[in-house]
C-alpha cells in the first residue's frame, strides 16, 4: 500500500482524526503561556512582554500538524474517497483547529507588527490581562475569517496580514466542501 492508497483509506481518516487533537494542544498551551504572562504582569509594575520564540514555537508546531491534516483532507477529498468513519466530532475539530491556527498566527502578526490590522475597540496596553484579550480578540476575527462573515470592526491592513487571511478563507471554503460531501455521501449510504 503506498502512501496515496493509505490517506485515502479508513487509516488515513483516524490519522487526520488524531493530528486535528494535536493542533488543539499547542493553542491550548499558547493561552495558557499568555494567562500566565497576564498573571505575573498584574502582580510587577514591570510589564513583561510574551517571548517570540516561544509564540514562533508553538505555533510552528500548531501549523504543521494543520497542513498535515489539511493535506490528508486534500487527498481524500479531491480523490474523491469519502469513506470511511463519520463523526460530526472530528469534522467540527478540523474546523476548530483551523479557527485556532489562524488565530495563533494573526496574534504571532501582531506581536510583530501592532499595525497589521485595524481594531475598532482595542483592549489598552495597560488592561492587566492585555495579551489574553488579543489572543481573544484575534479569535474572534478568525471565527468570522472562516465563515466569511466580516463585520469589519477588525480588518487586515498590510499586504501579508490580508493574505493569510484570504488563505483562511480559502481553506474554509475547501473544509466546508468536506463537510458538505461526507454528509452526502453519508446520507447516499444510508439510503
Do not use: W
Not at 493542533?23 to 495558557?32: D, K, M, R
Not at 517570540?52 to 514555537?57: A, D, R, Y
Not at 489574553?132 to 471565527?143: A, E, G, N, R
Not at 487586515?156 to 493569510?164: A, G
Amino acid at each position: 500500500m503506498n502512501i496515496n492508497e493509505y490517506l485515502r483509506s479508513i487509516h488515513g481518516f483516524r490519522l487526520m482524526k488524531r493530528i486535528s487533537y494535536l493542533v488543539i494542544i499547542p493553542a491550548i498551551i499558547l493561552v495558557a503561556y499568555l494567562l500566565k504572562i497576564d498573571y505575573d504582569n498584574r502582580r510587577k509594575t514591570d510589564k513583561k512582554k510574551p517571548n517570540k520564540k516561544v509564540l514562533l514555537f508553538l505555533i510552528g508546531i500548531a501549523l504543521v500538524f494543520f497542513f498535515t491534516d489539511f493535506g490528508i483532507l486534500c487527498s481524500r477529498l479531491f480523490n474523491q474517497k469519502l469513506t470511511g468513519e463519520f463523526s460530526i466530532f472530528t469534522l467540527a475539530l478540523i474546523f476548530l483547529s483551523s479557527v485556532l491556527v489562524f488565530c495563533s498566527l494573526y496574534y504571532l502578526i501582531h506581536e510583530y507588527d501592532e499595525d497589521a490590522f485595524m481594531i475598532s475597540g482595542i483592549v489598552e496596553k495597560d488592561d492587566t490581562f492585555y495579551n489574553t484579550k488579543m489572543y481573544f480578540t484575534y479569535l474572534y476575527y478568525s471565527i468570522y475569517t472562516l465563515f466569511t462573515q466580516g463585520y469589519g470592526d477588525i480588518y487586515p491592513k498590510k499586504v501579508y496580514s490580508r493574505l493569510i487571511a484570504c488563505l483562511q478563507m480559502l481553506i474554509s471554503y475547501i473544509l466546508t466542501a468536506y463537510v458538505f460531501s461526507k454528509i452526502i455521501a453519508n446520507s447516499e449510504q444510508i439510503k
